[in-house]
């Protein structure tokens, strides 16, 4: 007799983003993540579709880390009738705050310029995806916080563990143990991997045993380069820059890689390795708030890095300028050159690089450096794959600025580390999520069918036995 346990993916279904799991066993049902769709317009206006699913029917949700793509769609889920609890490390749920306040607000005001124009031209009025009252309804669901390693009963019949990723700060794989009359299968979700050997956070903890793995597959096509390498790199493009009177863009992601680039911007700074009184701009409240979140959290760091503590704040450093608002972010358009801005988002489809970009891709002497991933109908994908001219406010620009790619800041494993992390424990089955189809997700498939694995691609709100 089948056990009636079943797992469908409702978001991240041959696409990097929007992440959303369900894992159906007996009659309770339980989510993974709940992302929003992030990338071009189309992907966007998939956030308003059905979830698939009934939130009203979902017992419980599991977050794996606090990134959109991932804790997105949560406000609109309990707008729609999730009364379950919500499941986090502790700096997951610091960090979703941060998070789903600055989306709420960001919906909120791009629903307002919406609601103008649409009357204006006398259509109909789309409100926002949520509110910020949505916003703090979500955080309510917030249970206590889960300790890395520790084992909580979720609901009858199901429990979870969750293992630390490296991704971010507090970022989990989460292994699900169900059990359903007799019969008993377990899930492990990797969630989004880190790279080991990182300066801030842990390596991530590999693959236990389980009979299913739900793992991601953003460069599962090829490997980063070495990470010394690429601050090598990093330190390459301030000091050319700098020397010929530029400004330095960084498009930076606010959690994980805001930090590691300031840090390594210290570390560069400390070693006299680019000017140690180089104006620095981080121009993302978002960033600055995920900053003081991370001195909270040392229980999430590796024991380098706690050394590094004891004697310094390694995310400081002599000309640092936080920008919390829209005048002092106004103020740095006027620098011309000789100084690092780092502003949000890491995509530069949204947020304050916009501006950044509109005042400086122009320039011959300045640099955008991008030190992050680029999803498909992105800004920043369009100017890596080396537009000339891109849009931006409706303003045609030239790109006239250098252009860096460094990947190896990626803050998502590379090729050989996923293969790793999976090692070579019996699997009934893989399925690849989180991932472009055609590039890294095929790729990783071919590369572990040939290693003798069961892998499988599921198909957006598909249900698959877990058999």
């Not at 949505?134 to 249970?143: G, K, T």
């Not at 980063?224 to 010929?244: G, M």
């Not at 740095?332 to 916009?354: D, H, P, T, V, Y």
């Not at 989180?434 to 198909?459: C, I, W």
Request: glycine letters at 8%; one cysteine or more; a negative charge.
């Amino acid at each position: 007799m089948h056990p009636a346990m079943f797992y469908s993916c409702h978001g991240a279904a041959k696409q990097v983003t929007g992440s959303c799991h369900l894992v159906r066993c007996g009659d309770r049902q339980v989510l993974i993540d709940c992302g929003m769709f992030q990338g071009s317009r189309e992907e966007e206006q998939a956030n308003a579709e059905p979830f698939g699913f009934d939130p009203g029917q979902i017992d419980a949700l599991l977050l794996t880390h606090a990134h959109l793509d991932h804790v997105g769609r949560v406000p609109r889920l309990i707008r729609e009738g999730f009364r379950g609890q919500i499941l986090a490390t502790s700096a997951t749920r610091d960090l979703a705050r941060i998070v789903l306040l600055d989306a709420a607000r960001l919906q909120e005001e791009d629903a307002a310029r919406a609601e103008r124009s649409s009357r204006r031209r006398n259509e109909a009025v789309q409100p926002p995806l949520f509110t910020l009252d949505d916003a703090f309804h979500a955080l309510e669901r917030f249970s206590d916080p889960v300790n890395y390693g520790d084992t909580v009963s979720v609901v009858p019949g199901i429990s979870a563990q969750f293992l630390d990723a490296g991704h971010i700060l507090g970022s989990a794989s989460i292994l699900l143990q169900l059990q359903d009359g007799g019969q008993a299968r377990s899930i492990l979700f990797s969630g989004d991997l880190g790279s080991p050997g990182r300066p801030i956070l842990r390596d991530p903890t590999p693959a236990p045993p389980a009979d299913f793995v739900v793992m991601e597959s953003t460069y599962g096509d090829r490997d980063h380069r070495p990470l010394p390498d690429s601050v090598d790199e990093l330190y390459e493009a301030v000091n050319s820059t700098l020397k010929r009177g530029g400004n330095v863009i960084i498009p930076t992601f606010a959690l994980e890689r805001a930090q590691e680039v300031l840090y390594y911007l210290h570390q560069g700074m400390r070693q006299q390795r680019i000017p140690s009184r180089t104006p620095v701009f981080l121009d993302s409240p978002m960033a600055i708030s995920a900053t003081e979140t991370f001195r909270r959290h040392p229980e999430c760091f590796d024991e380098d890095f706690m050394a590094v503590l004891r004697d310094e704040d390694p995310f400081t450093m002599p000309n640092l300028r936080f920008s919390h608002d829209s005048v002092d972010s106004m103020a740095i358009n006027r620098i011309e050159g000789g100084a690092i801005i780092m502003a949000g988002s890491g995509m530069c489809n949204g947020g304050r690089i916009r501006h950044h970009l509109r005042h400086n891709l122009w320039r011959e002497k300045s640099s955008v450096v991008f030190v992050g991933y680029a999803a498909e109908g992105t800004l920043a994908r369009r100017i890596v794959n080396g537009a000339r001219r891109v849009q931006i406010f409706g303003e045609d620009i030239a790109v006239n600025a250098t252009i860096w790619t460094i990947n190896g800041f990626s803050a998502h494993a590379g090729r050989d580390e996923l293969l790793a992390w999976l090692g070579q424990h019996p699997r009934r089955g893989v399925f690849l999520v989180h991932g472009e189809y055609e590039r890294g997700m095929q790729a990783l498939e071919n590369t572990l069918h040939d290693k003798g694995f069961s892998v499988r691609l599921p198909g957006k709100h598909e249900p698959i036995l877990l058999d």
